[in-house]
């Protein structure tokens, strides 16, 4: 299982990949990291880590905006709805998705 620090360190790697011309290597890297994010958020949502699975499903958006068929967006509204208008993390993530598609 890969840790969330080295999510950091793999990006890099990506990236560096991506600069040397290894562009098949740099998008599976850059997948992976996708999945990877997702998989952080739905098991912090399970657990009732609101903050931290929001934080990824922005994370998720500001990488590919479109990704699972506007999944990222689609999971942040249904928590949104969960957690009620007026709660301090629906008010707070719900700007900087707003702020990601306008």
Do not use: N, P, W
């Amino acid at each position: 299982m890969i840790e969330r620090d080295d999510s950091e360190a793999r990006y890099q790697r990506a990236m560096r990949d991506l600069a040397d011309g290894h562009y098949e290597l740099a998008l599976d890297a850059l997948i992976g990291l996708m999945k990877t994010d997702r998989q952080y958020a739905m098991r912090d949502l399970a657990d009732g880590h609101y903050e931290l699975a929001l934080d990824a499903l922005i994370g998720l958006m500001k990488t590919d905006r479109q990704y699972g068929d506007d999944l990222a967006r689609k999971t942040l509204l249904r928590v949104f709805d969960a957690l009620g208008a007026t709660h301090e993390l629906t008010v707070r993530f719900r700007r900087q998705l707003f702020a990601l598609m306008y």
